[in-house]
């Protein structure tokens, strides 16, 4: 959408300009074929999508507006972690940063050029956007990185020009060239600190594990760790493990509360992995089969869903333990404490029994960690 954004607003200086010359019958026959096989396939899936008829056009449309608009509750990410990822995990340091700025700031005087204009939009549309969005993931930044990298190597290469004039032995301009990549690329892990002392992220109680983060962030080899959302591979086994050691191969359960962190497959996968290892994964497998359509997780986000406490109880009645945690979300995120009603429900007025299976230590990379408590709850006897 963004790419489609950058070429039309393209278009549109081009038929400005074409306007301004009178050549506007030439820029539409020059366009007519570029857009009108998009036209067309704009206009059947929004619409009229035959063999479809204007209620699948409408639910094509809701669907489109839906995802524009999405991803915007749960509050918005600080600038300093924004800047934090531009310069640590967008570039490899600071310093190679500010090369790529000089690199854009010598590339303006390309402009008038048709492609570089076109690279600018591009540039914009896409960082624009993804910089005001209140949600942000360092991924985000990777459609930004061609656009800028392209317009910067412009720069780049008319600074290396003017340098050539004024220094014409070879071997003096390739030393000079090697001297100012190790100046902007040695002892990463310095520029990483330093930026995140300048953002006021930095603990030094947790410096050996921010510098290990950051290192990961910078890390394009192909054993890196895999960044994702959710917990580390070591932290989601022990509440997989706590809950194995708990769960009979042929018990329902339900989970009160789950979030992306600990995901519902996760769970399962752990379980099956685990029985296996007691040759009792053909039952487990069984199990998950028969239970497969029931909604075994109680998913959360950051508004309460408004199940009444009759349907709360239809739910719970379906399983012969319930997981939950406590915090209710394994960030510790306040916008998900209403899940505690849901608890209170639960153990106050229906009578279910809990216990506590164990504590496990859940990592958060800017904040302290958080000890989450990992129950199970039964129904009376």
């Known amino acids: 959408c963004l790419l489609f954004a950058a070429l039309g607003i393209d278009l549109l200086f081009q038929a400005w300009r074409a306007v301004r010359d009178g050549s506007l019958n030439v820029f539409f026959k020059r366009v007519a074929w570029l857009a009108l096989p998009l036209f067309i396939a704009l206009l059947w899936w929004f619409g009229w999508p035959w063999p479809g008829d204007s209620e699948i056009a409408a639910q094509h449309r809701e669907s489109f507006v839906t995802y524009l608009s999405g991803n915007r509750a749960g509050g918005s990410t600080p600038w300093s972690r924004r800047l934090l990822g531009w310069s640590v995990a967008f570039v490899p340091t600071a310093r190679f940063g500010l090369l790529l700025i000089v690199g854009l700031a010598l590339a303006v005087r390309f402009s008038r050029n048709a492609a570089v204009r076109l690279m600018w939009l591009v540039a914009g549309c896409f960082a624009i956007p993804i910089g005001l969005h209140p949600f942000y993931l360092d991924r985000f930044l990777i459609p930004i990185g061609p656009p800028l990298w392209v317009l910067s190597a412009l720069g780049l290469g008319l600074l290396a ?27 990463p892990e310095r520029d990483a600190r330093f930026m995140a002392k300048r953002v006021g992220i930095w603990n030094e109680g ?154 496990v230590k859940v990592d958060r990379p800017f904040t302290d960690p958080v000890t989450v408590t990992l129950f199970a709850c039964r129904p009376p006897r």
């Open 161 to 187: 020009e003017r340098v050539s004039a004024k220094i014409p032995n070879r071997a003096a301009r390739f030393g000079l060239g090697i001297l100012v990549l190790t100046a902007c690329l040695a002892v």
């Open 206 to 359: 947790r410096a050996d594990y921010l510098t290990w983060l950051f290192a990961g962030w910078r890390d394009l080899s192909p054993n890196r760790s895999i960044k994702t959302a959710g917990l580390s591979t070591g932290t989601a086994d022990c509440f997989v493990e706590l809950v194995a050691s708990e769960l009979a191969d042929t018990e329902r359960f339900g989970w009160l509360g789950v979030s992306a962190g600990l995901s519902p497959a996760t769970i399962h996968l752990g379980l099956a992995a685990r029985r296996a290892e007691l040759d009792s994964a053909e039952a487990f497998t069984a199990n998950f089969r028969r239970d497969a359509h029931r909604q075994a997780f109680f998913a959360h986000g950051n508004a309460d869903i408004g199940m009444g406490l009759e349907s709360f109880r239809e739910w719970a009645e379906q399983f012969n333990v319930i997981f939950r945690t406590d915090p209710p979300d394994l960030n510790a995120r306040k916008s998900r404490e209403w899940i505690n009603d849901y608890v209170d429900w639960l153990e106050s007025e229906f009578g279910w029994n809990r216990k506590e299976l164990g504590q």
